[in-house]
């Protein structure tokens, strides 16, 4: 067993460190150290994981339970942990300095020789996991008990890391990059075998435990399984599209639909669905279930579409709508579900028990038009998007005419010879839709608004993520373009996520909620930490299928900044 003691350590370590490789050492002396059976943990918890994300367990701990629990194990009262936070600016350092003052006034001679046995890495798992799946009367009581445990039974320095792992925000800067580098040099591996075999697992915590127990052999061995979700493969906006045409000769052409992005995962007559953040959505889209298990006729297949909503003649609707559907979190009957739903297949990535994933896209295509029946009448609910194939760039263009009047976002541009890799963005698919520059922006900070709306948070403070330092970044304020229902539905977004307390109403924010944000220009700014701001900026959307990492970052803020001088 690992103690969490020794994964303290290895944190407290890393954050003393500046350097990838150092930080990529460290993290590899711990996989080296860590049994085979704790390895998924220990590497899911260094990423700031307590589950890894394609499970769709969610840990579900806010800050004010964290706050509760600190102080029934210390016995300080959480309006002062409150203010001690608004000093250390940090959870685990406040931790750290709580326990540290109750160790001292608990010198007495019992509490002296009272040993506490060594918390493992497995224990804090297990309490986690308790607290997770508490729910209904009484959940709340169930999760702070047993944080309370956590903190009874560790030392400071270990409640430091805890209690950030409650957050899952440890603040180390170990991201996916680090970890696959750190199993490559653990366990002696190639780094790109390490790679191909998280992107069919899409979990490091099972590459960790496959390298450690069978090496490359058995990483080779790793493949696509049903109900695991596979990331999903991403476009890019070429710079430069009649020039990316002429080089793959011919494209496949398809509609770009508006939608929300769906995996759907097909056994028997079992169906699950997940979002682009691969979350488990199936029970928000029963009628997509049903819609699924009549027409897609496989015993297993795994299939990548877009959901759009619709209206009764089949045209679809904003975007916003699909949306709606997938955040109703619980069963729905079939009379509340608002819009109906259509499904636009364009790939599949496993039939019947074999991987497609390394085949071309037009030997996948086959695959998938083989599989999906949709007769006339159903063609509404269900349908293989339409595919031509061609290096005519006037016809690319009557198609792509065509799809924006029959009210969809665009077309893509896809290599009729490139295989499906999951989680990349790449010059295999493009995409090709009317410029409106925006950018995708974390909330890091909000302010309560005035007048009518004194009761609702009226503006956001936006932030682009720098991948390099895990950081993210501020770039301008928000308070324009939301209506009432949407500072409504932000505000009640936000307010579990809040951090510390209010300084003269404005308060920060955990990066989770991701918006979407035009605006007319950026600046060179000393005002925000990015060194840049936004001009203008109004809000467009919420874009809560979009995981905070996936935010803009701000080297693309830097290129937009500098095409806009081009411009001038
Ligand atoms: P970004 O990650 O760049 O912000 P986004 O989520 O805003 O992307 P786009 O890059 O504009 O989306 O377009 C890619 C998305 O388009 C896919 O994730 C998918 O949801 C959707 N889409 C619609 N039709 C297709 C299609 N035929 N092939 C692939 N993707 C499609």
């Known amino acids: 067993m690992t103690s969490f003691r020794e994964f303290a350590e290895t944190c407290q370590a890393i954050e003393k460190i500046s350097s990838t490789i150092d930080t990529t050492s460290r993290v590899a002396d711990l996989l080296r150290m860590v049994d085979v059976e704790e390895l998924p943990i220990a590497t899911h918890f260094i990423m700031s994981e307590v589950f890894p994300a394609w499970s769709g367990e969610q840990l579900g701990i806010g800050t004010s339970l964290l706050y509760v629990s600190l102080s029934r194990a210390s016995g300080m009262p959480v309006k002062s942990i409150e203010s001690l936070i608004r000093t250390t600016g940090d959870i685990g350092d406040t931790a750290l300095l709580i326990l540290k003052e109750k160790r001292k006034n608990q010198v007495t001679f019992s509490s002296f020789f009272e040993e506490h046995p060594e918390l493992s890495i497995t224990e804090v798992y297990n309490r986690f996991k308790v607290a997770s799946e508490a729910s209904g009367k009484g959940s709340q009581d169930i999760k702070i008990k047993n944080l309370q445990f956590l903190f009874n039974s560790s030392t400071p320095r270990e409640a430091k890391y805890i209690s950030r792992l409650a957050l899952e925000e440890l603040r180390i800067g170990v991201g996916e990059g680090v970890v696959r580098d750190a199993i490559a040099k653990a366990f002696s591996v190639p780094a790109d075998v390490v790679e191909h075999a998280f992107m069919v697992t899409n979990d490091l915590g099972i590459v960790a435990a496959t390298a450690k127990e069978g090496g490359v052999e058995a990483l080779e061995h790793l493949g696509i399984e049903i109900n695991r979700p596979i990331r999903m493969m991403l476009s890019q906006i070429s710079p430069d599209i009649v020039a990316d045409i002429k080089e793959m000769k011919e494209a496949a052409i398809e509609w770009k639909f508006d939608g929300a992005r769906v995996q759907v995962h097909k056994t028997g007559n079992s169906v699950t669905l997940f979002s682009r953040k691969l979350e488990n959505v199936t029970n928000s889209l029963p009628d997509l279930v049903e819609i699924i298990r009549k027409h897609v006729k496989a015993e297993s297949a795994i299939l990548d579409g877009e959901a759009v909503a619709v209206n009764e003649n089949g045209k679809p609707r904003a975007f916003q709508e699909i949306l709606k559907r997938f955040r109703r979190k619980y069963d729905v009957e079939e009379k509340a579900l608002g819009s109906p739903i259509q499904l636009n297949l ?153 951090e510390g307390g209010e300084a003269g109403g404005v308060f920060a924010i955990r990066p989770k909620i991701v918006l979407e944000i035009a605006f007319e220009e950026i600046q060179k700014s000393p005002n925000y930490d990015s060194g840049f701001a936004l001009r203008f900026p109004r809000f467009i959307r919420i874009r809560d299928d979009k995981d905070p990492e996936e935010a803009d970052t701000i080297q693309r803020i830097g290129k937009v900044y500098s095409q806009q001088l081009k411009r001038l």
């Open 346 to 498: 364009f790939d599949i990535m496993y039939l019947n028990g074999k991987t497609l994933i390394d085949l071309p896209l037009i030997e996948r295509r086959k695959s998938l038009e083989s599989c999906v029946e949709s007769s006339v009448e159903d063609s509404k609910s269900i349908c293989v998007d339409k595919q031509v194939i061609t290096g005519d760039l006037e016809l690319i263009e009557k198609i792509y005419k065509e799809a924006l009047e029959a009210g969809h976002e665009g077309v893509m541009v896809k290599n009729p010879n490139s295989f499906y890799s999951p989680g990349k963005r790449g010059k295999n698919w493009l995409k090709k839709k009317p410029l409106m520059e925006t950018l995708d922006l974390v909330v890091v900070g909000a302010e309560w608004g005035f007048g009518r709306r004194a009761n609702l948070i009226g503006s956001y403070t936006v932030a682009c993520y720098d991948p390099e330092t895990l950081r993210y970044l501020q770039v301008g304020k928000v308070g324009t373009g939301l209506t009432d229902d949407q500072l409504k539905e932000l505000t009640e977004m936000l307010s579990g996520l809040m």
